[in-house]
């Protein structure tokens, strides 16, 4: 049951319903949005928390509130009233959760205090994201020099890039721990590590402000705290470099491959509406560049980042495109074996980790590549 689950509800009213279910030793928890259509005042949340971890569960989500869009505001029962005067809203809801094949069948019966509402019902599907890939690498892009040709008579600005050392899905680090509840980590998380960080930054960040509340969230990114966004760069280099970066421990076979996946910037900005919240919106995946506060790393490596609520990236972005007959993300896989003489071509390019990396720990790390073959 756990995961981010989504899809489309009927009953007395018509909508979508997002849940992100976390599971813990003895019972499941999380948080659930409903997406009523046409209704652009506010969302349906509720918060739950299971009894047990049997793939059928029943309990009474109370109370249900009724929240802004973009955050996690309740929109007082009084406002409601005047404002909708004939409009019953829910207090509390009976939830049947049942795992089949197809999915997560949920049925909502609602009630305002004692006064019976209706009934909504679902079937909910969750990505493929902790399965293997399906994207399909480029054919005709198989080596670093082919890649170079090909980077070299792109249409410039229009994309950014991103490398991995292994050829795994598009997830950020937060989707790829045992975690889904976004909310909890924007309440629980956020405020914890602010009063933390803060203490050992020369700046003071200001959350409520959203261009240092960003900058905040991409500082916990690049010192290896789990968020909702992901690193991308305007150099296909610098992600070249990010790919073959590492060296992993022990026999490295002759068929591995690094992954590098670009992405029409320009396109999808273009597509869709940018949104920068995490909460009560529905699944998205937008870009941003957050100012560089306390992050010497950023400009260098010419970072942009990516902020989404959705599990599974690449599904998600495969949908998107389909749906307006536009491909986003393409993917380019490039051999191993050719590390060495990638590394040392970047390096004379002037990207490797004493210019990516400011510091001594960035300087330390060139040298090792410099002075110790692999």
Same mark, same amino acid.
């Given at each position: ?48 928390? =299971? ?31 005047? =404002? ?19 999915? @997560? #069948? ?72 045992? #975690?889904?509840? @976004?909310? #909890? ?12 960080? =803060? ?27 789990? =968020? ?101 993300? #393409?993917?380019? &896989? ?10 040392? &071509? ?29």
């Amino acid at each position: 049951m756990r995961g981010q689950w989504h899809g489309d509800y009927t009953g007395y009213s018509t909508g979508d319903l997002t849940i992100d279910v976390d599971e813990y030793d003895s019972y499941f928890a999380g948080r659930a949005c409903l997406f009523e259509a046409g209704n652009n005042y506010g969302i349906y949340v509720c918060e739950f928390h =299971t009894a047990h971890k049997s793939d059928h569960q029943r309990f009474t989500a109370a109370p249900v509130k009724f929240q802004r869009h973009f955050d996690a505001v309740d929109i007082p029962r009084s406002d409601l009233s005047a =404002t909708f005067p004939n409009v019953a809203f829910p207090t509390h809801a009976n939830i049947d959760f049942k795992m089949l094949k197809k999915g @997560l #069948r949920v049925t909502a019966t609602t009630y305002q205090d004692s006064k019976f509402l209706g009934k909504i019902s679902s079937l909910l599907t969750r990505g493929s994201a902790e399965k293997k890939s399906k994207l399909t690498a480029d054919k005709k892009v198989r080596s670093w020099g082919k890649f170079k040709q090909m980077v070299g008579e792109m249409e410039r600005d229009r994309y950014i890039f991103r490398g991995q050392s292994v050829v795994n899905r598009l997830r950020s680090s937060f989707h790829r721990t045992n #975690r889904k509840d @976004l909310h #909890r980590f924007l309440a629980i998380d956020i405020p914890e590590l602010h009063i933390i960080v =803060t203490s050992k930054t020369n700046h003071y960040f200001d959350l409520r402000d959203n261009i240092q509340n960003g900058a905040f969230w991409n500082l916990l990114q690049h010192h290896g705290y789990p =968020t909702p966004l992901l690193d991308w760069t305007h150099s296909p280099y610098v992600a070249t470099y990010f790919a073959f970066r590492e060296k992993p421990q022990g026999d490295v076979g002759q068929n591995r491959k690094i992954r590098i996946f670009m992405f029409d910037r320009l396109a999808w900005q273009r597509d869709f509406a940018q949104i920068y919240s995490v909460v009560n919106v529905r699944p998205h995946f937008s870009l941003l560049n957050p100012v560089a506060l306390e992050n010497p790393r950023a400009l260098p490596q010419q970072a942009v980042c990516s902020i989404t609520t959705v599990d599974d990236v690449e599904d998600y972005l495969d949908r998107c495109g389909k749906n307006l007959n536009e491909t986003y993300l #393409r993917v380019f &896989e490039l051999p191993f074996s050719e590390r060495d003489a990638v590394l040392s &071509e970047l390096r004379l390019m002037g990207v490797a980790a004493g210019s990516l990396f400011p510091g001594i720990d960035g300087a330390c790390e060139e040298m090792k590549l410099r002075n110790f073959r692999s």
